[in-house]
């Protein structure tokens, strides 16, 4: 399964710094991504990172986040910088083959019998 931490409160133009802890079988063969939902909002894909280190960020978060992994530790990381009042919501965790992963970052819908899901960590953003 998959444990989220470092969610919380901060102020426009702040910093936070997620982590992901997974513990499945097989880690490395996985795309590790980060996705977040804001109420009244589907599912939508933040960034990933493939087992070769090859990132992708959705078009908003470019040059403020950065998506990092420790495959000896299983954990992958999402540094959060020049933080915006938009980007308050629920952050979730994933670990999906990374076919199903591109699908998901294009906008598919979000599956929750698909790969694996974190519960999520609160991000807010006061402006």
């Known amino acids: 399964h998959l444990v989220e931490s470092g969610g919380g409160s901060v102020q426009a133009g702040g910093s936070l710094r997620l982590s992901c802890r997974a513990s499945?079988?097989?880690?490395?063969?996985?795309?590790m991504g980060w996705f977040r939902q804001s109420p009244g909002n589907k599912r939508e894909g933040v960034s990933y990172?493939?087992?070769?280190?090859?990132?992708k960020y959705t078009d908003s978060v470019k040059g403020r986040f950065t998506i990092s992994q420790d495959s000896a530790k299983n954990t992958h990381d999402l540094q959060m910088d020049g933080l915006k009042p938009e980007d308050t919501a629920m952050y979730y965790c994933a670990a999906q083959t990374c076919d199903e992963m591109a699908t998901l970052f294009a906008g598919a819908p979000y599956n929750p019998q698909s790969g694996y899901w974190g519960l999520g960590t609160q991000v807010t953003v006061s402006s």
């Open positions: 499945i079988f097989n880690y490395k063969r996985f795309c």
């Open positions: 990172i493939t087992p070769d280190g090859v990132t």
